[in-house]
C-alpha cells in the first residue's frame, strides 16, 4: 500500500487551499492506481482544526493526541503534499509554525508535492521563493512541478487542470522508482548569450 499525507492551512470554509490539496491529491491516486502498485490510501489534515493544538505544543512542548495523530501521519506517509494559502508574499503561520512541530529530519528523503493559493497570480514565486527552500531545508525531496492557484485559476482554460496532472504524475513516477518526464525545454532556441557576442547567430 502506498500512503500519501495531504497537509492543508485553508482557514476558511469552504477553502479554495482546501480545494487545491483535494484535487492534487486526486491527481497523485488516479496516476499510481494507473501504474498498478496496488491500494492507495490518503489521510489528509485540516491545519485549522489542530490550530490551537499546534500552538500549545510550540509553548508546552507535548503535542495533543490529535496533533501527534496527524505529525505520525505525515511522518509515516510514503509521500506529503503540502498546501498553504499564501500571506504576505510567503506561507501562512499556521503553515510553518506545524512545520516546526514535526521533528527535524522527520521529512528527510520524503517525496513532497508543494502547492500554494492566493488572491493574485503576482503571487506565484511563493512557491519558489519559500516553500521549496523550506522543504529542501529539511532534506525532503521536492517535485518539480509546485501548483499555486490564483482565483482567476478557477475557471475554464486557466491551466490549472494540467498542471495538476502534471504534478500528481511526477509524484506517481518517484514512488514507483521512475524519472518524471522530461518536459520540453522553452528556451532551446534561444540563441546563446556568448554567440551573441561573437556576432553569431
Not at 498546501?83 to 514535526?102: H, I, Q, R
Not at 492557484?149 to 521512475?178: Q, T
Amino acid at each position: 500500500m502506498t500512503r500519501i499525507a495531504v497537509v492543508s492551512a485553508g482557514l476558511g470554509e469552504p477553502s479554495s487551499t482546501h480545494l487545491l490539496a483535494d484535487r492534487l491529491a486526486a491527481a497523485a491516486s488516479t496516476a499510481l492506481g494507473a501504474t498498478a502498485t496496488g491500494p492507495v490510501e490518503v489521510t489528509t489534515a485540516h491545519l485549522r482544526d489542530v490550530a490551537r493544538d499546534i500552538a500549545d505544543n510550540l509553548v508546552a512542548g507535548f503535542p495533543s493526541p490529535a496533533l501527534r495523530a496527524v505529525v505520525e501521519d505525515v511522518v509515516g506517509a510514503d509521500a506529503l503534499i503540502a498546501v498553504t494559502p499564501t500571506f504576505n508574499a510567503s506561507y501562512s503561520g499556521l503553515f510553518k509554525s506545524f512545520v516546526d512541530v514535526v521533528e527535524p529530519g522527520a521529512l528527510a528523503g520524503k517525496p513532497v508535492l508543494i502547492g500554494a493559493t492566493g488572491g493574485s497570480e503576482r503571487h506565484s514565486l511563493v512557491l519558489d521563493h519559500a516553500l521549496r527552500p523550506l522543504f529542501a531545508y529539511l532534506k525532503a525531496i521536492v517535485l518539480p512541478t509546485g501548483v499555486y492557484a490564483a482565483s482567476a485559476d478557477w475557471g475554464a482554460g486557466s491551466g490549472l487542470v494540467e498542471r495538476i496532472d502534471r504534478a500528481g504524475a511526477e509524484l506517481a513516477d518517484l514512488l514507483v522508482g521512475r524519472a518524471p518526464a522530461a518536459q520540453a525545454d522553452p528556451y532551446a532556441d534561444v540563441v546563446p548569450f556568448e554567440r551573441l557576442l561573437a556576432g553569431g547567430r
